[in-house]
């Protein structure tokens, strides 16, 4: 009987430019080369520099093209071998070249060459009373004192204020609710009536418009009523709500 010959089928190395980081290829035998290997590409893209160096090295190589989108190469010329070659080409760029069983990969220096941060603690032993056990050993650790500073000028709260027969007191140290505004909010307010003045403040309640014109609003505070001649003082002087 006859014998059929089948051509033997030698197939020329594949160069991959992938889109997906998850996308899988059959494996092919690293062709290593151990003479240099003269090339001759010109400049251009340098995705299709990278792809054209690959095919004249004999080598596969695997990478994400959109890594180089708008990245131009000046091309490469001369005796290289595949990695030196590889290694010039990508020398301007924050990518490197990763030989792998199946031919090469181009990743991000950062992330082989990213040294993690160490930090080593002291250990610390609490110590702690517990009754009923001894001969325990213990080390007391002591932190260090940490002290925080901040400028709190004119704080609402420690506003001196003549309170009567208590003389002047800070807000916090007045043993009863007020509320104080300074010259310097009554002037950026543009205020003219009480109302206006103490508008957004839920205790005190004018008994007209608060922004009607003219300082003859009386007010309420906290649902009573203060006396119109008495109970209004400017300066420390008693004035009438209606005036």
Known sequence: ??????????????????????????????????????????????????????????????FDSRLFSGVRSQGIKGSYEVDNGFAELLKNTNYQIKQTSSGYRVEEKNKNNKKEEVVKLTPLQSKANQSGRSGLASSDSVLPTITLEADNQDAPLKRVNTVGVLGNKSVIDTPYSITTKTAEEIEIRQTNSLGKIFVGDPSIVTQVNSYSSGWSTPVSIRGLDIDVSNGYKVNGYSVSAWR
């Open 1 to 62: 009987m006859g014998s059929i010959r089948r051509p033997f089928l030698n197939p020329k190395p594949l160069v991959l430019a992938i889109h997906m980081a998850t996308l899988s290829i059959a494996a092919l035998p690293v062709i290593t080369h151990a003479a240099p290997t003269q090339v001759n590409i010109p400049a251009g893209n340098l995705a299709q520099v990278l792809n054209q160096y690959a095919l004249q090295q004999g080598v596969n190589i695997v």
